[in-house]
């Protein structure tokens, strides 16, 4: 992970967030022994007060560039996860039926997502129960996705 521009103390935990070329490249839920960080640029500045914007309000679009990296089929799954509005999920199965392509598949590339939150993969739930979240059923990173799932459902 390179260099943070930003970390900050959010509901979920805390999230360090970089920029490459003005466009947002990560955000990561990070330890809470990383030391929180004033955002350095203007892009880390907006970011920070858009995802604020968000936790007050799951209705709230975010809308910063972004700059991930990641193989064409998963850059194409994450643009049409930010097609599923807040509060609303997609099944796995579902969005590989409208992607042509497996389950496992759409799995393996929200599990990649180098900006969740922002790219909603949170929002993409198993067939029964939710599923994982960055590669884990169990734990922290679940108990986010239960969060993040009922925070946009009390929108």
């Known amino acids: 992970m390179m260099q943070p ?6 509901p979920v935990g805390r999230l360090a967030a970089g920029f490459r070329d003005h466009g947002l490249a990560y955000l990561a839920f990070v330890d ?3 030391p929180l960080m004033l955002p350095v640029t203007a892009e880390a500045r907006s970011l920070e007060a ?21 193989t064409a089929f998963q850059r194409r799954v994450w643009r049409v996860l930010r097609t599923i ?11 590989a039926q409208r992607l042509g392509t497996s389950a496992r598949a759409v799995g393996g590339a ?3 997502n180098p900006v969740p939150i922002v ?8 067939a029964s129960g ?16 239960r969060w993040l799932l009922a925070h946009e459902a009390g929108a």
């Open 130 to 145: 939710i599923g994982g979240f960055a590669g884990h059923t169990h734990g922290r990173l679940a108990d986010i996705k």
């Open 5 to 10: 521009d930003l970390v900050l103390d959010s």
């Open 32 to 34: 809470r022994r990383t």
């Open 110 to 112: 929200c599990r990649v």
């Open 85 to 95: 509005p807040p509060g609303q999920v997609c099944r796995y199965g579902e969005l």
């Open 119 to 126: 790219v909603p993969c949170h929002r993409v739930v198993a």
């Open 50 to 70: 858009q995802l604020a914007a968000w936790f007050d309000d799951p209705a709230f679009r975010i809308d910063i560039p972004l700059c991930i990296q990641g």
